[in-house]
């Protein structure tokens, strides 16, 4: 499942990235062409874009690194807090409801 999601985000961030380096340059290069920029709307609406891809490009890569730092189910780690949980419920005097193999 979080490979999919990631799958789907890298996609993204790539075609944000090919809009950021390709297309946007070349809108920006067309809008000054049209001279003052003081009330060039086309301008302005490219350097808009181009913000608002970076923040995008950022959100996402920040996305990306916090999937891949997922444990995933059944890992080690996912079995250490599964045994410490089991330790504290036996303590409480709680009956355990581990699966088979976790204790």
């Not at 923040?55 to 080690?76: F, H, K, M, N, T």
């Amino acid at each position: 499942m979080s490979a999919d999601i990631k799958e789907k985000l890298q996609l993204q961030l790539d075609q944000l990235e090919s809009e950021l380096r390709v297309h946007l340059p070349k809108e920006i290069k067309r809008a000054l062409e049209f001279g003052d920029l003081r009330e060039n709307s086309e301008y302005r609406a490219a350097l808009d874009r181009q913000n608002v891809v970076k923040a995008r490009i950022v959100e996402l890569r920040q996305r990306i690194s916090e999937i891949s730092s997922i444990d995933i189910p059944g890992s080690r780690a996912t079995r250490l807090v599964m045994v410490q949980r089991w330790f504290y419920m036996r303590r409480e005097g709680r009956r355990s409801n581990l699966p088979p193999g976790y204790a």
